[in-house]
């Protein structure tokens, strides 16, 4: 069974420019979660897609955007980035609905604006 | 609102038993989580109890859930080095997502 990947590893923009991160969910998971972790502080959730549509979402500005891609990958979307945008991304997949709602997550993409 | 409440800082000496508290506000929750996170890495997952369980044991790791007060915990027998790491507790906040709410983490630093 292949495990929740994400690219990139690391990132380093600079501010008000825009960023993708990338997340392939585990096999037979139909959903992906985003999360964003600040240094120091437990993940943050941003918003999930199930079956490409957004599912939910929490307290996080319109530039952070997604997509979810017919294979169940995933993208986050990040425009206008700003300093405290920099953090550890980690998405996280699931198949709810089928008693199997615990998440697994991926080891993140870290990102640095300066 | 929602909100997980955990103790920054545990210390312990190897092989002895750590003990990690987490407090809840969400009764809703239908699974409660022990994720642990490594320097640098993502997080994986330890174990999970189900709400209308009172304790599940898998390995060394005891989870312990009173419900009534809202308490979790982690219990790690024969603690070992390599369990160095941030150990996060969640709750499902019980809608349609099932998105996780965490804690602050606790640091669990093992001494030799």
């Known amino acids: 069974e292949t495990g929740v990947t994400q690219s990139p590893t690391h990132l380093i923009k600079t501010r008000g420019q825009q960023v993708t991160l990338r997340c392939s969910s585990q096999?037979?998971?139909?959903?992906v979660s985003w999360y964003q972790q600040a240094l120091g502080q437990g993940p943050q959730f941003i918003f999930q897609?199930?079956?490409?549509?957004?599912?939910g979402r929490g307290n996080f500005p319109p530039r952070f955007s997604g997509l979810q891609f017919p294979n169940y990958s995933s993208e986050l979307n990040v425009n206008a980035l700003e300093l405290d945008d920099s953090a550890l991304y980690l998405c996280?997949?699931?198949?709810?609905?089928?008693?199997?709602?615990?998440?697994?997550f991926g080891p993140g993409t870290r990102l640095l604006v300066l | 609102g929602e909100d997980v409440e955990q103790s920054l800082f545990l210390s312990v000496r190897e092989g002895d038993s750590s003990v990690i508290n987490c407090t809840y506000t969400?009764?809703?929750?239908?699974?409660l989580y022990w994720y642990k996170q490594e320097p640098g890495a993502g997080l994986q997952l330890l174990t999970y109890i189900f709400s209308n369980m009172d304790m599940k044991q898998d390995q060394r790791l005891t989870v312990l859930l009173n419900k009534k007060d809202k308490h979790l915990s982690l219990r790690i027998a024969d603690t070992q080095t390599g369990d160095s790491a941030i150990y996060f507790c969640?709750?499902?906040?019980?809608?349609?997502?099932?998105?996780?709410?965490f804690g602050t983490g606790t640091l669990l630093a093992v001494q030799p």
């Open positions: 996280a997949s699931s198949s709810p609905g089928q008693g199997r709602e615990t998440q697994y």
């Open positions: 096999s037979g998971h139909n959903t």
């Open positions: 969400d009764s809703s929750s239908t699974y």
């Open positions: 897609y199930y079956r490409e549509e957004e599912n």
């Open positions: 969640a709750e499902t906040d019980g809608g349609a997502t099932n998105k996780l709410i």
